[in-house]
């Protein structure tokens, strides 16, 4: 499996940015497709983005799309979550998951995730 650590939540206003990483330890991470949820109280987790293990590929959900922008960096094995237009419904706590196979592939249920992080708190105030 792969550690996941998530850093970069907190309390922006509405319209703000704020950039979430992932740091990934374990396994090799280039073959490791990652990718972001999040949960808000009451509520189930639910798929924000993903991105495939070489990068190549990111899917959205519709929510946050032409908002989000999901990327890694090989070489500090993260992947990060820019958030820019932050809306009120964006608050939430923001998980970063993965999910190690030999497919280069994007992954939208959390069943589908073996590894998971502790979340981050993203807060958005009006």
């Known amino acids: 499996q792969v550690q996941l650590v998530e850093s970069g939540g907190g309390l922006v206003q509405a319209g703000g940015s704020l950039r979430l990483s992932c740091a990934a330890s374990g396994r090799t991470f280039s073959s490791t497709n990652m990718g972001w949820f999040r949960q808000a109280p009451g509520k189930e987790r639910d798929f924000v983005a993903a991105i495939s293990g070489s990068g190549g590929s990111t899917y959205y959900a519709d929510s946050v799309k032409g908002r989000f922008t999901i990327s890694r960096d090989k070489a500090k094995n993260t992947v990060n979550l820019q958030m820019n237009s932050l809306r009120l419904e964006d608050t939430a706590v923001y998980y970063c998951?993965?999910?190690?196979?030999?497919?280069?592939?994007?992954?939208?249920?959390?069943?589908?995730?073996?590894?998971w992080g502790q979340g981050t708190q993203v807060t958005v105030s009006s």
């Open positions: 998951a993965a999910r190690t196979d030999p497919y280069d592939i994007i992954w939208t249920k959390s069943r589908n995730y073996d590894s």
